[in-house]
């Protein structure tokens, strides 16, 4: 897969949740008459039926999630079908929900977020688009094989579900055959079957003025090959290094080895919601747990303390976890603001030793100094 392929931003959500209903509701639709009761879903222990009335429960459900701005648990409501609903009734419900969860994207602002427990506990538009479509489109698969019947979703489709919830999932030559296999439905040459999945919601970090918003490979994709990454930026943004940091994303991503929390963030001000640059990991901590982190505000922002502030939380973030040890910025010689942003975030200069290793044993250019920060001793 290759990044070109990938949609731009600006188009993604809501349509796709029509176009994804739309093509469940065709295949419901030609095979109405049959007793959906009577037949297990697939490799599901539901029958054709329940699982029909389940993506129903899921688009409504996500609907409220986003319209309510649910925040530390689902909305507390269900919905349930009227006494001796046929196969008929049942499917103006799917698309009743379908309707709801598209207008419900599509006007939800992409700053908000709203509570799904994997893997962050919060999702976006884009996030919730990703699960309900995903929803829809695999457990149609589930109806259709249970049934006898030949399904196949619309072109792009599974590729987005892959790119939005699924970054730790190397793509293969066939997104839907690709998704089936990463949600145990399928096989795929030379991997091996996949027992248990969750999909992968972006990580966000927030600071007193910002969010560290978690780049996915679509985001990437659209950034990398000029867009906006779905992101509203101040002007001038964003920032070549920051379109250079998406490249590193997906070739991570298509490489099958990238790691959503030590991928690429982008700044967004939380007094508007603007973009004002990116900060992020040339890749995850290596067997000795260090890592390499990179910044770069648009410039009309600069001298405002945002880079030194955003690099601070991910630090103190990434340093919380068990993998990660040391991180290390590798700074121009004369970029002394720069410079400046790594000490005030509690980065100090390498030893001359350490600054020799990087030279001589990782090709570090010498005309680069190398700052550090290390997880902080344990207080008693």
């Not at 999630?65 to 196969?87: H, K, M, S, W």
């Not at 709801?100 to 700053?111: C, G, K, M, N, Q």
């Not at 589930?142 to 792009?156: K, M, N, Q, V």
Request: some cysteine.
């Amino acid at each position: 897969m290759g990044a070109r392929s990938l949609p731009h931003m600006r188009h993604m959500g809501g349509e796709r949740v029509t176009e994804a209903v739309a093509s469940c509701v065709a295949l419901l639709r030609s095979a109405a008459d049959r007793d959906w009761e009577a037949v297990p879903a697939g490799r599901l222990k539901w029958s054709c039926h329940r699982t029909a009335f389940h993506i129903a429960e899921d688009l409504v459900g996500y609907a409220g999630q986003l319209a309510a701005r649910a925040q530390d648990a689902y909305v507390p409501f269900e919905i349930t079908l009227d006494e001796g609903t046929d196969n008929e009734g049942l499917i103006q419900v799917v698309e009743m929900g379908g309707a709801l969860f598209s207008a419900t994207v599509r006007t939800t602002p992409h700053e908000v977020r709203a509570f799904h427990p994997y893997p962050f506990r919060s999702a976006n538009r884009e996030g919730f688009a990703a699960m309900g479509i995903a929803e829809v489109l695999l457990h149609t698969h589930d109806i259709a094989e249970g049934l006898g019947l030949a399904y196949e979703p619309p072109a792009g489709l599974p590729e987005f579900v892959l790119t939005t919830i699924f970054p730790h999932v190397r793509p293969g030559p066939d997104p839907w055959r690709t998704l089936l296999w990463a949600t145990g439905r399928g096989d795929l040459p030379g991997r091996p079957p996949v027992t248990e999945w969750r999909w992968n919601n972006n990580l966000v970090i927030p600071t007193d003025r910002l969010t560290l918003q978690g780049v996915t490979p679509a985001a990437a994709a659209d950034l990398r090959a000029g867009g906006d990454g779905g992101f509203t930026w101040v002007v001038g943004g964003p920032f070549e290094g920051t379109r250079e940091a998406a490249g590193m994303v997906l070739k991570a991503y298509e490489a099958g080895v990238h790691r959503p929390e030590f991928g690429l963030f982008v700044l967004v001000r939380k007094e508007d919601g603007l973009a004002v640059g990116g900060l992020g990991f040339h890749g995850a901590p290596d067997e000795e747990g260090q890592a390499e982190v990179g910044y770069d505000l648009v410039e009309g922002v600069r001298g405002r303390g945002y880079a030194t502030e955003a690099l601070n939380a991910l630090s103190e973030w990434t340093l919380a976890r068990d993998e990660a040890r040391l991180l290390h910025a590798a700074i121009h010689v004369d970029n002394a603001p720069s410079q400046g942003v790594a000490t005030r975030a509690g980065y100090v200069r390498a030893s001359v030793e350490e600054e020799r290793t990087a030279y001589e044993e990782h090709d570090m250019d010498r005309e680069l100094r190398l700052y550090v920060r290390g997880r902080r001793p344990a207080t008693a």
